[in-house]
């Protein structure tokens, strides 16, 4: 065996050792150039740590803060915006005090984490909205949006909050006061929460529609995805199920396979779905009802406008609702030195299916059309045959009147205010500013006539009333219908109807000439109700708001207090108008 080779052994390397400390000076220097670093890695340390505890729970309540606007958007076309809004709070309010103060109970009760059971929720809440959707009307409308949302956002919220109280637990509180530490969380949590709320429904209103992904239920998908990657876990298995229900037969879902299956369920009832749009108004559809031969277009759960599509259309459509034949009526008030239709022009506030303004058009009158939604333009030209031969402006009307107002000052001879929508008036657009906006727009000679509806036995129509009445100096105003009975109005609780005012800028009387045939276009609902009949009297709703003065920009809560009674009753006019299930079935 070859002998080993003999390795010279080497001492310690004076470059590799450290230098021992030789004085009581270096020997403290070093314990303190220790304590430095050690002082510096757990700062590190706890600057990651408290990064990791904030971050997971601005996640949770974001996430929570967005699905609360969403819940809201699915609830809206089957009741109503302000229905759907009115115990939203108190739903959200039980959801934060149950899952603040219960973290505890539910961290013992189950076996398995409370974050990972949130992907699984959210997944099961458009199911849950699906079918309990489809008993709107026995719930009825005062219970019904609070009722679906304590089988949906109710849990997901409480969980999200009791998730949100164990990762504030691991939250280093201890630069703060002891007075006040306490309460920080929750306190803070709370604001943070409105602001996202806010900000995020002012995001979602801009975006809505846009993609399938921006689509009510599109949104309940993204969050839900949303949950599952702030929370991955096994559990998400069990979500499968609800992803292709979802997926496949949901019919909320704006996809080309849901308007298809929904259409399949509509033809049953004679039935059909033209096409929909979720967009910055609400759920925009156009159907048809093969029964009784007409077309409808719905926001939310309101109506638009109708027309008949078993009467042969002549020179314009044939209205199913009378009242946007008689605001036509404005051409008929007696003015001094009136133009010819050849050379006037007219403003239309709100569009709806297009009614009043296709008639103005036809009879060839210059007429711009105000509309703050692009798909209620685009479906009336598309379904309902606006004529192209006009001036569109999609725009918000109060922006565009103060853009405009000067430059148009005294240029229109004929305007036409209608913008009823969604059980409940935009009340920016009935303050004495806005109107007196338009009173600017209008030529001396000129005409205005406005569409309200509202409810008899309510302050806001006499509130409105007011309004109109203090700022232009001669009115006459008149209802759709005949007024009910006495009894009827007892019994039911509501007088529901359009009222039309016509105005001028003069203290003449307003008159109207009778129409010739010419004024009905070849159309027989306007032959029936071109002229206005059923006039009403001040003392029809002066009783209700004797001192209620009028509307102004500064005081609009006087109108908005009573928003919610407006808005119930309707809902249950529109349950009246079309079938539970085409409202339902959205």
């Not at 609070?146 to 637990?169: G, K, Q």
């Not at 929750?186 to 604001?191: H, I, K, L, R, V």
Request: charged share 20%; proline share 5%.
């Amino acid at each position: 065996m070859p002998p080993r080779k003999q390795v010279t052994k080497k001492g310690p390397s004076k470059a590799g050792t450290a230098k021992m400390p030789e004085t009581k000076e270096d020997f403290e220097e070093e314990l303190k150039l220790m304590a430095d670093q050690a002082k510096d890695d757990s700062w590190s340390n706890w600057a990651v740590q408290q990064g990791i505890v904030y971050g997971k729970a601005l996640s949770l309540i974001a996430l929570m803060a967005v699905y609360a606007n969403v819940s809201l958007l699915t609830l809206s076309p089957v009741y109503g915006q302000i229905a759907a809004t009115r115990l939203h709070e108190r739903v959200v309010w039980a959801a934060l005090f149950v899952g603040w103060g219960g973290n505890l109970a539910l961290r013992r009760a189950l076996s398995v984490k409370t974050i990972k059971l949130l992907p699984l929720v959210a997944a099961y809440i458009p199911v849950a909205q699906y079918f309990l959707f489809q008993a709107s009307e026995s719930f009825g409308v005062n219970l019904g949006p609070a009722i679906t949302e304590a089988f949906t956002l109710f849990p997901l919220a409480m969980l999200s909050t009791a998730c949100l109280a164990d990762v504030l637990e691991n939250a280093d509180l201890s630069r703060l006061p002891k007075s006040i530490a306490g309460s920080v969380p929750g306190m803070g949590s709370y604001f943070l929460l409105k602001t996202i709320e806010i900000q995020s429904m002012q995001q979602l209103a801009a975006q809505i529609g846009k993609s399938v992904f921006q689509t009510r239920i599109g949104l309940e998908l993204v969050l839900a995805s949303a949950y599952s990657i702030l929370a991955p876990s096994k559990l998400i298995a069990w979500a499968i199920p609800a992803l292709l229900h979802t997926t496949f037969f949901n019919t909320h879902l704006m996809t080309p396979m849901a308007t298809s299956s929904l259409n399949s369920t509509l033809h049953t009832s004679e039935w059909s779905l033209v096409d929909r749009s979720e967009s910055i108004t609400g759920y925009i559809s156009v159907l048809d009802s093969y029964k009784d031969g007409f077309r409808v277009m719905r926001c939310d759960h309101s109506l638009l406008g109708g027309e008949w599509t078993k009467f042969e259309r002549k020179i314009v459509a044939e209205p199913i609702y009378s009242v946007f034949t008689q605001l036509e009526a404005v051409r008929l008030v007696q003015i001094p030195n009136k133009a010819p239709d050849n050379k006037a022009k007219a403003l239309n506030i709100g569009l709806g299916i297009g009614t009043s303004p296709s008639a103005l058009i036809a009879h060839g009158i210059d007429t711009t059309i105000v509309e703050i939604d692009p798909v209620v333009y685009d479906f009336a030209k598309k379904y309902f045959g606006l004529p192209s031969n006009h001036t569109a402006v999609i725009q918000d009307a109060i922006s565009w009147s103060q853009s405009n107002k000067d430059e148009l000052h005294e240029n229109y001879d004929y305007i036409v205010h209608d913008v009823f929508t969604g059980g409940a008036e935009p009340i920016p657009l009935f303050t004495e500013e806005f109107l007196s906006g338009l009173k600017h727009m209008l030529k001396p000679n000129g005409v205005i006539a406005i569409n309200y509806a509202g409810d008899f036995t309510l302050p806001p129509l006499g509130i409105v009333m007011n309004t109109i009445k203090a700022v232009f100096p001669s009115c006459r105003i008149f209802r759709e219908g005949e007024p009910p009975s006495a009894e009827t109005v007892e019994e039911t609780g509501r007088d529901f109807d359009n009222v039309i005012v016509f105005c001028t800028k003069t203290d003449e009387k307003v008159t109207f000439r009778k129409p010739t045939e010419a004024d009905f276009l070849g159309s027989l609902s306007r032959r029936a109700y071109l002229f206005p009949k059923h006039e009403v009297d001040e003392s029809s709703f002066a009783a209700t708001a004797a001192d209620a003065g009028i509307l102004r920009v500064n005081a609009t809560e006087k109108l908005a207090k009573w928003h919610d009674q407006s808005a119930l009753g309707h809902w249950a006019v529109m349950r009246t108008v079309l079938p539970k299930y085409v409202w339902e079935q959205w």
